[in-house]
T-cell receptor
Framework: NAGVTQTPKFQVLKTGQSMTLQCAQD?????MSWYRQDPGMGLRLIHY???????DQGEVPNGYNVSRSTTEDFPLRLLSAAPSQTSVYFC?????????????FGSGTRLTVV | KQEVTQIPAALSVPEGENLVLNCSFT??????LQWFRQDPGKGLTSLLL?????REQTSGRLNASLDKSSGRSTLYIAASQPGDSATYLC??????????FGTGTRLTVIP
């Protein structure tokens, strides 16, 4: 099925460890983004990309890195995990050319940092 | 900065009732507004997308309206069913192609 695929679904990290959350889409969307969802705060934008080779910061970028080497993939890297990064992470994509059909979200990665 | 508010935070209704969920945003310079549904522990499922030039969109028992000048949108659900129980999120898209989300309304439909 076409859509946004996120891996892993669950992850437990120790403080200071690094890891990469994977996101892939097969809809040839130019725009991809990462959000975190915390109780009572809604989803907040971490980083986004409008195309391969182009990335930019969102509302809460500190502690996270991204790169976009292909249209399909947009990995999110945690450099040195902290308990404050315990959250549910969602990847989303959309097209930016032609008619806009809205955003498609992945099923999320639940991350716990101990 | 765009702020999105959803009222009420939680709502319980008996099966069969019609209901309205509210969403307000502070900056009317939006491209569109999208309503999502989120089931516990799951991702977001898109329900309706309203472009800034539109007043409403309908899909089955769902109807979403948009009043851009006053910064408001409503999601109307007709003849509610227990399967409608979920959290409903609204999000507005700004010029940078980014979404700003409300904190959601948690709906429970009682059989």
């Amino acid at each position: 099925n076409a859509g946004v695929t996120q891996t892993p679904k669950f992850q437990v990290l120790k403080t200071g460890q690094s890891m990469t959350l994977q996101c892939a889409q097969d809809m040839n969307h130019e725009y991809m983004s990462w959000y975190r969802q915390d109780p009572g705060m809604g989803l907040r934008l971490i980083h986004y990309s409008v195309g391969a080779g182009i990335t930019d910061q969102g509302e809460v970028p500190n502690g996270y890195n991204v790169s976009r080497s292909t249209t399909e993939d947009f990995p999110l890297r945690l450099l040195s995990a902290a308990p404050s990064q315990t959250s549910v992470y969602f990847c989303a994509s959309s097209q930016t050319r032609g008619k806009f059909y809205g955003y498609t979200f992945g099923s999320g990665t639940r991350l716990t940092v101990v | 900065k765009q702020e999105v508010t959803q009222i009420p935070a939680a709502l319980s209704v008996p099966e069969g009732e019609n209901l309205v969920l509210n969403c307000s945003f502070t900056d009317s310079a939006i491209y569109n507004l999208q309503w999502f549904r989120q089931d516990p522990g799951k991702g977001l499922t898109s329900l309706l997308l309203i472009q800034s030039s539109q007043r409403e969109q309908t899909s089955g028992r769902l109807n979403a309206s948009l009043d851009k000048s006053s910064g408001r949108s409503t999601l109307y659900i007709a003849a509610s069913q227990p399967g409608d129980s979920a959290t409903y999120l609204c999000a507005v898209r700004t010029g940078a192609n980014n979404l700003f989300f409300g904190t959601g309304t948690r709906l429970t439909v009682i059989p």
